[in-house]
């Protein structure tokens, strides 16, 4: 059971916005930036927003993120079929022993 | 260009221990804070442990207290995790990573604990 709460699915057709949620706490996402990741099949991770809603060189300005209170979302417009994937949020988290947070992964599918 | 190389995965048996290694270029290794996060086949990702830009401070989750260790050494550019006690439920893909949240991250080692 992930500290950070992402539905185990989503899915579109090519040309569709598509939104990815994350769900946390005040301890985490709260109080706290978030990250995304996107990851192809057999492959590492790959760093997609980070700050919330910021992008690195070189990630389409297809790709976007946004916070509200303990939760997160990551959006992708204009979907196509290489967005098929795996999408991880993260966070630190200030709880006792509990210091960087993942969710469970959410598998999308571009139909 | 930022690369991570991890090595050291392989076949062990539960109770074994094994060392990993992450060679790290295309940046100023020192001055960051670098991690390991595992992923267990066919399961999302999980943070293991991270370490301060001189070692002075080490975290790591729960579940490895005790039994891992994170290690640097600064003049070889290198990333360690010397993994003691080994269980099943340590079979993953080990990947090193850079900083807390990771921005940058290396293909990942397969470890299997299996009899």
């Known amino acids: 059971q992930s500290v950070l709460t992402q539905p185990p699915s989503a899915s579109g057709t090519p040309g569709q916005r598509v939104t990815i949620s994350c769900s946390g706490s005040?301890?985490?996402?709260?109080?706290?930036?978030v990250n995304w990741y996107q990851q192809l099949p057999g492959t590492a991770p790959k760093l997609l927003i980070y700050?919330?809603?910021q992008r690195p060189s070189g990630v389409p300005d297809r790709f976007s993120g946004s916070k509200s209170g303990t939760s997160a979302s990551l959006a992708i417009s204009g979907l196509q079929s290489e967005d098929e994937a795996d999408y991880y949020c993260?966070?630190?988290?200030?709880?006792?022993?509990?210091?960087?947070?993942f969710g469970g992964g959410t598998k999308l599918t571009v139909l | 260009e930022v690369q991570l190389v991890e090595s050291g995965g392989g076949l062990v048996q539960p109770g074994g221990s094994l060392r990993l290694s992450c060679a790290a270029s295309?940046?100023?290794?020192?001055?960051?804070?670098m991690s390991w996060v595992r992923q267990a086949p066919g399961k999302g990702l999980e943070w293991v442990a991270n370490?301060?830009?001189?070692?002075?401070?080490?975290y790591y989750v729960d579940s490895v207290k005790g039994r891992f260790t994170i290690s640097r050494d600064n003049a070889k550019n290198s990333l360690y995790l010397q993994m003691n006690s080994l269980r099943a439920e340590d079979t993953a893909v080990y990947y090193c990573?850079?900083?807390?949240?990771?921005?940058?991250w290396g293909q990942g080692t397969l470890v299997t604990v299996s009899s």
């Open positions: 990573a850079r900083t807390t949240i990771p921005d940058y």
């Open positions: 295309g940046f100023t290794f020192s001055s960051y804070w």
């Open positions: 370490i301060k830009q001189d070692g002075s401070e080490k």
């Open positions: 005040s301890s985490n996402i709260g109080s706290n930036t």
């Open positions: 700050s919330n809603n």
């Open positions: 993260a966070a630190w988290d200030d709880s006792l022993n509990v210091y960087v947070v």
